[in-house]
């Protein structure tokens, strides 16, 4: 299978092919409003603006599955990320990342990039890997999701070629996005 014969739900519940982004550069989140993390939201925007008219896309799926950080509603949480941080990147339906409800996005995104490690100089590394360590001793050695603010890097072949965890400098990622544009 290849990420384009995926389909995903758009905020309106409508059936969306992945097919329909060939040839874009996209970055893929699940996202939180109510996440440490959420003020990514503003350089997100930002990068999305700044290369979007050479072929970047942003896709945001919003996910309650950690530390239920996005409780709202579908149509609050696009609401506040317009609202807050004016988000003008596609925003789908909530869906799960992992377990045996995970979107076929997602276990096929983890499928081809598994987690790599958090960033050791982030501030938040050390309490994401205390807390994932006492859930789950062997976490590291998991390919699932760890935490909101996941990002997959896809080409515009399709292929996945970079995964960032939430404490991945921005600016790294910016110049991946960059060379692959």
């Known amino acids: 299978m290849s990420l384009y014969e995926i389909t995903v739900k758009d905020m309106n519940g409508r059936e ?5 982004y060939k040839g874009k550069v996209l970055l893929i989140i699940n996202s939180a409003t109510l996440c440490g993390f959420t003020p990514q939201y503003e350089r997100l925007e930002k990068m999305y603006e700044d290369y979007k008219e050479q072929g970047f896309v942003i896709l945001d799926f919003p ?13 609050e949480i696009a609401g506040f990320c317009e609202s807050k941080y004016g988000v003008t990147y596609p925003i789908f339906l909530k869906i799960e990342v992992n ?14 990039k598994g ?3 958090f960033n050791p100089e982030h501030e938040l ?7 994932l360590s006492k859930e789950d001793p062997n976490y590291k050695n998991e390919p699932s999701i760890k935490w909101n603010f996941t990002k ?16 991945q400098d921005l600016d790294l990622i910016e110049r991946k996005i960059k060379e692959l544009l």
């Open 152 to 167: 997959f890097l896809i080409d515009r072949r399709g292929k996945v070629t970079e995964r960032f965890e939430p404490t």
């Open 115 to 117: 987690f790599g490690g």
């Open 125 to 131: 590394s050390a309490h994401l890997d205390a807390k």
């Open 63 to 75: 996910c309650d599955q950690f530390g239920h950080q996005a409780p709202g509603t579908n149509e």
């Open 99 to 112: 377990g045996e409800n995970a979107s076929p996005l997602y276990k096929y995104l983890v499928k081809e």
């Open 16 to 20: 969306v092919s992945l097919g329909d």
